[in-house]
């Protein structure tokens, strides 16, 4: 019922920022959270970032506060993460996603339904 498609993105050398967007469509997403999780080679997948459905309340994991930003805009049915000061522990295919129950929020991969295609991010040095 629920479709996402990222985008955004690409190579940058450590230092440089980029700016993912993530388009949705199928219903409106304006009762649930929505999150970015990424997955380096080699890794598990992991909790990134999330926004609360009302857009009130963000989270994120202790290695990018400071320097990622998620965003939403209902109206568009769209999630964003600003990303800057990327380092190269940062490179990893990153994945928005949507939760299965509406009006609650969680850090686990294992409680989103809907996920994107993902998108790579390569951070060189």
């Known amino acids: 019922q629920v479709q996402l498609v990222e985008s955004g993105g690409g190579r940058v050398q450590a230092g440089a920022s980029l700016r993912l967007s993530c388009a949705a469509s199928?219903?409106?997403?304006?009762?649930?959270?929505m999150a970015w999780f990424r997955q380096a080679a080699g890794k598990e997948r992991e909790f990134v970032a999330l926004i609360s459905w009302t857009g009130t309340h963000t989270f994120y994991t202790d290695s990018v506060k400071g320097r990622f930003t998620i965003s939403r805009e209902n109206a568009k049915n769209t999630v964003s993460l600003q990303m800057n000061n990327l380092k190269p522990e940062d490179t990893a295919v990153y994945y928005c996603?949507?939760?299965?129950?509406?009006?609650?929020?969680?850090?686990?991969?294992?409680?989103?339904?809907?996920w994107g295609q993902g998108t790579q991010v390569t951070v060189s040095s």
């Open positions: 996603a949507v939760p299965a129950v509406p009006f609650r929020t969680s850090y686990s991969s294992d409680e989103y339904e809907y």
């Open positions: 199928g219903r409106p997403l304006g009762s649930y959270a």
